[in-house]
């Protein structure tokens, strides 16, 4: 059955003011899975009007309380797992355990920023004079605007949204035309837990209902996540208009495997970090660097591992690897696999669609022979597609790692404690892992990447808050008298004895 989705503007489910929808299909069978609200200047003008009214209230509604509805969308959420998984894998279509892993990050980011509710920690200091008091303290903004993609439905938008509303904003979340089912169903979590009308918004659409966000005079913030070419668009005109922004961009994440790592654990976790969710996440491993004498036994172990992988649709608990989310990132993967033979890499594996009729698979796929200028070895291609470059020692690759333009994760593999902590200290990427492939960030700690995939700011983490707060620094003088700035210590000292 194709649902029918609605935008969540004031409190009620409405369709688009034009009437006019779109739709998403499911990437394993190419059938409809739903029409949603194709939403364009007027609706997020309207979903504006709501989060304007609402934002007063929620904004002096006690953040303990803001917290506890926090805590009751954790509760739905968990209730609610599976049956959000299994319409996330339809949409989008990664595998069920994935999609069970996606709810669980909003579920655990829900009581993480649910605990924000009796902390929101400002700080005193010091002051320079006699009887006067300081503090800082965190203030929330205004209205929020999210766009976001379609590759972590529901995690991403928690990552921004749950402290967005703990800090008490008001929000407007404009999700991925690619899964406006599974968004809808996810705020559907948040009216449930009784958040008030107009506090959280959807608005559903393409990029004309996100441009209208970051155009919107009364949205102060933008918090984006998806493709560089978009992002820096947004970037651009959001700054323009002088607004906060937060982004997280691409990334070309790379593990690097030296001569005394641990095989078996190597070929592990490159596999699930390489061809897990199908290679689309921003975290995923596009890049394997690799020391010259490890190289042929790993070569050979990757290969036979990615064989024993089954991809097919994610509804069936036997799949390791669902299909890509639309025909235009199929024909993506295709074009980079075809520039990739051009440029003389050697296909080891995959390269090429499974036999089947529907669907938007293509099988795990390895290169090797890769040179670090090729264009295989440098851009994202979101996909289950591993190019891996051979150096000669840990210098060569940590130069390899930081040399493309993104930033986000890294990862190696070594039994060396010493090579270990030089790569910690060394590898310039937001995120870095030893001996664990370069996916799975847990959200108390920060989430985000340096160069080109974002612009300096982090999500999740003590730093989280951040984004979606602005510091107000409070003097209280309780002298009775104006105090002016005082260099001189005497002078201080004679005052507070007199
Ligand atoms: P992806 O390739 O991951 O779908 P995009 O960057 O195209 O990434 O999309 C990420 C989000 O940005 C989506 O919600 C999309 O609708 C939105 N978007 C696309 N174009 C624009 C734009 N010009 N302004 C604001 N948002 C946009």
Known sequence: MVEQVRNFIGGTWRDALSGETFVSYNPATESELAHAPR???????????????????????????????????????????????????????????ETRGDVQEAIDMAYYMGGEGRRLLGYTAPVEMPNKFGMALRDSVGIVGLITPWNFPVAVPSWKMLPALVAGNAVIFKPSEDTPATSAAFVKVFEDAGLPPGVLNLVTGAGEAGAALVNHPDVRIISFTGSTDTGIKVYTQAASLGKKVTLEMGGKNAIIVLDDANLDLAVEAIT????????????????????????????EALVAKARTLSVGDGLLEATHVGPLVNAKALEKVERYVEIG????????????????????????????EVRRDMRIAREEIFGPVLSLIEVASLDEAIAVNNEVRYGLSSSIFTENINAAFRAIRDLTTGIVYINHGTTGAEIQFPFGGTRGTGNGMREA??????????????????????????????????????
């Open 272 to 299: 699930w970090s390489a061809y897990g969710t199908t290679g689309q996440r921003c975290t995923a491993t596009s890049r394997l660097i690799v020391q010259s004498g490890i190289k042929p036994r790993l070569v």
């Open 461 to 498: 983490g003590l730093v989280g808050l951040d984004s979606f707060t602005e510091w107000k620094s409070v003097y209280v003088d309780y002298s009775g008298r104006l105090q002016r700035a005082q260099i001189d210590t005497e002078a201080v000292l004679r005052q507070t004895n007199s």
């Open 341 to 368: 033979r051009q440029e003389g890499a050697k296909l080891m594996i995959g390269g090429q669609r499974p036999s089947s009729e529907r669907g938007y698979f293509y099988t795990p796929t390895l290169f090797t």
């Open 39 to 97: 939403s364009s200047v007027s609706d997020v003008e309207q979903a504006v009007e709501a989060a304007r009214a609402a934002y007063p209230g929620w904004r002096l509604t006690p953040a303990p309380r803001r917290g506890e509805i926090l805590y009751r969308v954790a509760h739905i959420l968990t209730e609610r797992k599976d049956q959000l998984a299994r319409l996330m894998t339809q949409e989008m279509g990664k595998i069920l355990a």
